[in-house]
């Protein structure tokens, strides 16, 4: 027996632990466990031919399923790859229709129309023209009426041309400029901006009760070259038009507000974040009831120490001696002139002829003392 059990371990290590396990049972118990191990053996091929014939069917069904299910997602792959295609279709033809209509566009602004106005010819924009869409021109070059030039490629109108000017700066700028010595001039021109319909116009010519949106009319005896600053447009023309005249500038000639101490703060930082590198410009200073400053040639910086005086100069415009306005020139032209440094507001003369300090609203530093820049007055 020991020796069959042997054998059958050497057949099937199956057997071999089935009988492993009985071997306390007794003989007779072992070897029916043998036949037993055998008989069951059997019985399990053949339950596992069975398990395989079903699994086979099984694996069937489940790879039909799979082979199914990877159609359709083949089908969905190729719908995106064509929606895709589409949507790169109609974003080319978008970004194409976007840069033709940008072109189109500019063209169309850009190109100069010309007017015959009575026979004097005119060049602008249909910008300009378009501008108040309700007036003459914007109706007629609104698209709406089918317009023909003449052989010269301009556009004819049946007025007069002698102030078309005028109506035409209105147009591009918002203002009306005009000479005090032309009073009849108001009355040629309101008749003209009645006809174009131009209503702010006819507005501010007095046609009808001003709007409060009509811009306004600027004469040689109004106009203000400073009109953005408190300290100087409060004061007489003529008075401010000086310091037009001190660097040969026309007496019309517009200056920029560019730094303000009441607006932008009274630090140096704030002074130079707002006045570096703009070009040459005028510092004005009002103490008490004294207007003077310094005029700077160069432009103004945070970096770059002294800077050569020739052509800059310090000013007074009022002052508490009745000294008619008048302006300090360097006394050489080797002389240093305004600094430039980070922690600086304006500066003027090696002496520090005019100094502003820092946060000088609320201390009393800065001062003023002539050694740079030539004093006549001896005040």
Not at 113 to 133: A, E, H, N, P, V
Not at 211 to 217: H, L, R
Not at 268 to 293: P, Q
Not at 346 to 364: K, Q
Request: glycine share 6%; charged share 25%; proline share 4%.
């Amino acid at each position: 027996m020991i020796s069959n059990l042997f054998n059958l371990k050497v057949k099937s290590t199956f057997v071999f632990k089935l009988v492993w396990k009985s071997m306390d049972r007794g003989n007779k118990q072992f070897g029916v466990s043998i036949y037993s191990v055998e008989e069951r053996r059997k019985s399990k091929a053949q339950s596992l031919h069975r398990e395989h014939l079903l699994c086979l069917k099984q694996n069937n069904n489940e790879w039909k399923i799979e082979e199914k299910v990877n159609e359709l997602f083949n089908l969905i792959n190729e719908e995106k790859e064509c929606i895709k295609e589409q949507r790169d279709l109609l974003e080319h033809e978008r970004l194409t229709f976007e840069q033709i209509f940008k072109k189109v566009q500019q063209v169309h602004v850009s190109s100069p129309i010309q007017l015959s106005i009575g026979g004097t010819k005119f060049s602008t924009t249909l910008d300009t023209l378009l501008k108040y869409r309700n007036s003459f021109f914007g109706c007629l070059f609104s698209g709406y009426i089918s317009l023909k030039p003449d052989k010269d490629g301009s556009f004819f109108i049946d007025r007069d041309g002698t102030h078309f000017h005028y109506i035409l700066n209105y147009l591009r700028t918002g203002e009306l400029v005009l000479p005090s010595n032309k009073p009849h001039l108001v009355k040629l021109l309101l008749m003209e901006a009645e006809f174009y319909q131009i209503e702010s116009l006819v507005d501010l010519l007095g046609g009808k009760p001003k709007s409060p949106k009509a811009s306004t009319v600027l004469t040689e005896q109004t106009f203000h070259p400073f009109s953005e600053s408190n300290i100087l447009s409060n004061e007489r023309p003529s008075l401010v038009e000086k310091l037009n005249e001190w660097v040969g500038c026309e007496s019309t000639q517009k200056w920029r507000l560019v730094y303000k101490g009441s607006r932008d703060g009274f630090q140096a930082s704030k002074f130079h974040l707002n006045s570096d590198n703009k070009g040459a410009s005028y510092t004005v200073v009002k103490s008490g009831k004294n207007i003077f400053g310094g005029y700077n040639p160069h432009s103004w910086s945070s970096v770059g120490g002294w800077m050569n005086g020739k052509d800059s100069f310090l000013f007074s415009l009022v002052n508490v001696h009745n000294i008619p306005p008048i302006k300090f020139l360097p006394k050489s032209e080797a002389q240093s002139g305004p600094y430039c440094h980070a922690e600086h507001l304006p500066l003027f003369g090696e002496g520090n002829d005019l100094r502003i300090f820092d946060n000088c609203n609320i201390n009393a530093s800065s001062y003023s003392y002539f050694f740079s820049y030539a004093n006549p007055t001896n005040k």
